[in-house]
């Protein structure tokens, strides 16, 4: 079980990831740093940051930059098995659309959203389904 996650500066999914307690690790938060490289299924946790495209017409990628290039490495996406998001519901219809977007493109199921840091509830429901599904999710390592 190996979450992958991405917080910015703000470091509000980082906060959200921490309350899990499940073993992590963080995409690097500048391009100069060297790129992350994992050798197990993760559920891959990731902030929204479009600026509420759907409206603007302005940002129409809520990925951020840091996990798009993550994701462009065929090792890296190949062991993705879920992806949860985090957003704001200022955003409306975008609240989490990073997770649409991710779910689409990597084939795998968005399987929840949570605001900001996330609450105690968001917390328990995510940790637990985690580890109750994690053989479901394909999130155990397989057999060396
Ligand atoms: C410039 C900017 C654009 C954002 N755009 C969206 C958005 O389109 N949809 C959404 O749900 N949240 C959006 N958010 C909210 C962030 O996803 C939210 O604050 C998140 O918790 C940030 O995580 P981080 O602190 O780990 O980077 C945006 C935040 C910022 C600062």
């Known amino acids: 079980m190996l979450i992958v996650y991405f917080s910015s500066v703000t470091e509000n999914t980082r906060r959200f990831v921490d309350k899990l307690q499940l073993p992590s690790v963080r995409i690097p938060l500048r391009l100069s740093d060297e790129p992350l ?3 197990e299924p993760y559920v891959l946790v990731c902030p929204t940051y479009g600026g509420g495209a759907s409206v603007s017409h302005e940002n129409s990628q809520p990925v951020p930059r840091q996990v ?7 090792h890296n996406r190949s062991l993705i098995r879920a992806v ?3 957003g704001n519901t200022n955003f409306g219809a975008d609240y989490g659309k990073a997770g649409e977007v991710i779910s ?3 084939q795998v199921p968005y ?3 949570y605001e900001l840091f996330g609450n105690d509830e968001d917390v328990r ?10 053989e ?7 057999p060396a």
Do not use: M, Q, W
């Open 37 to 39: 490289t994992v050798n």
């Open 68 to 74: 798009i290039r993550f994701l462009n490495d065929t």
């Open 84 to 86: 949860i998001s985090g």
């Open 104 to 106: 689409r493109k990597c």
């Open 111 to 113: 399987v929840y959203r």
């Open 125 to 134: 429901i995510v940790r637990e389904n985690l580890l109750s599904r994690a």
């Open 136 to 142: 479901h999710l394909g999130l155990n390592p397989s």
